[in-house]
C-alpha cells in the first residue's frame, strides 16, 4: 500500500519571515497537524507544536528560528516506508512531493486513518512504553516546559501527593494557554507577564479527568479513541486503578506499522540527522551483539531515540540517548548522556546490558526457585 491516496494538496504555508505571533495563532485557529515553510516559494522545513516549546523565544522571532528539517516524500511511496520516515524525523506532517513539485502533504493522522481497520491484531501492551515520566500537579508550568524539553517528549501525566493520575499536561496544553494569555493581556512588556504565567501550578491549566487505556486494549480501539478525544496520546493504567502502568501515543503505533517479520534486527532510530561519527549500521550491529548474548531473549523490536540539549563541548552537542527493547521477555531499556550521538550511544548500550543482566538474573533466580519447590514436593 502507498500513499497516493493518503496525500492532500491542502496545507498550511507560512513564509520563513513569519513571526511566531502568527504561528502561534494559526495553531489556535486552525488546529492544524503541522505547517509547512517556505522561502522564495520553495519547501524550507516544518514547524510543530513541539518546536514552539524549544525555548521561550518572543512573539516577533521569526519561525525559521524553530522550524524543523522533514524528509520529503514521493506521493507513491509505500506507506510502510513513509511511517519510518515520519518516526525517525520526529515529525507528524511531510511534505509530499510529484515529481520535483511541492503536491502536499502526509500526517501520522491520514496514515493511521488508512489502517485503523488492521490495527485490531495489536494490541497496547505490545507497544506502549513503560517507563513514563510524570510530573507532581502542583509542580510549575515552568518545571512542566523543562521537563518535556529535557525529555523531548509532548505529554506529561500529572500524579497528586499520593501518586494518583489526576490530570496530564502537553506542549498543546502550554501553548492554549499562553495564547489565551496574552490575547487577553494585550500587547505590551511580556517579561512580568511570562514570569508569572512560568510559576502557575500545573494543576491549572491540566487536563482532566484523563483518558486512559489498558494493556489489553487493541490499537484500533485507542487510536479511535484518540481521534474522538483529539489526543496524541493516551495514559495506560490497570484495570480499575488510577496508577500510571505506561503510555502509548499515535507515535508508538505508527512505529509498530513498521515492524518487519525479517531475520535482521528492526531497530529504528528517532532524529537520526543527530548521527554524527557513528552511523545506522554501527548501532544495529551494536544493540544486535548485546542480544546475541541472551539467546533466550528474543528481541522483537529495537527503537533509539535521540535527542540534543543546548549544552555544548568545543561545539559538540549534548545528547540523550534512550534505547528500548521489546522481548518476547518485556522491555527493557537503557539512556545515557555524552557529547555526540556515539558517546551518548554506547552510555546508554552500557546500562542497556546491565539491565538486561539484570532481567536475565531475576528470571535465573525464579527459574531456580520454582526448581526447588518442585524437588521439595516430590519429597
Known sequence: MNIVDIAVPEYVEVDVS???AKVRSIFE???????????????AGVVGEKQLMRSRMEDDTKVSAVMKSAPSVDRHEDLRETARLLVEGDVKIAPVYEGEKLYGIVTVDQILEAVLDSLDAITVGQIA?????????KDTVGSAINRLRENGISRLPALDEDGHLVGVVTTNDIVEFVVRDQERQGSGDRAGDIDRMLDIPVYDIMSSPVVTATADETAEAVVERMFDNNVSGLVVTPKGADTIAGMVTKTDVLRALTFTEQDSMDV???NVALLDTTSREHIVESIEQVASKYADMHVIHAHVRLHAHKE??????L??????????????????EGYGAEHAFHV?????????????GVNADEEYRGQLLRKLGEL
Open 18 to 20: 513569519e513571526r511566531l
Open 29 to 43: 485557529r486552525e488546529n492544524p497537524k503541522g505547517i509547512i515553510v517556505t522561502e522564495d516559494g520553495e519547501y
Open 129 to 137: 512504553t513503560e517507563d513514563v515520566i510524570g510530573i507532581n500537579e
Open 268 to 270: 529504528q532510530i528517532t
Open 312 to 317: 555544548k563541548l568545543r561545539g559538540t552537542p
Open 319 to 336: 545528547i540523550q540517548c534512550q534505547i528500548r527493547l521489546r522481548t518476547n521477555e518485556g522491555q527493557v531499556g537503557g539512556s545515557g
Open 348 to 360: 546508554a548500550l552500557d546500562k542497556l546490558e546491565r539491565n538486561v543482566l539484570e532481567i536475565k
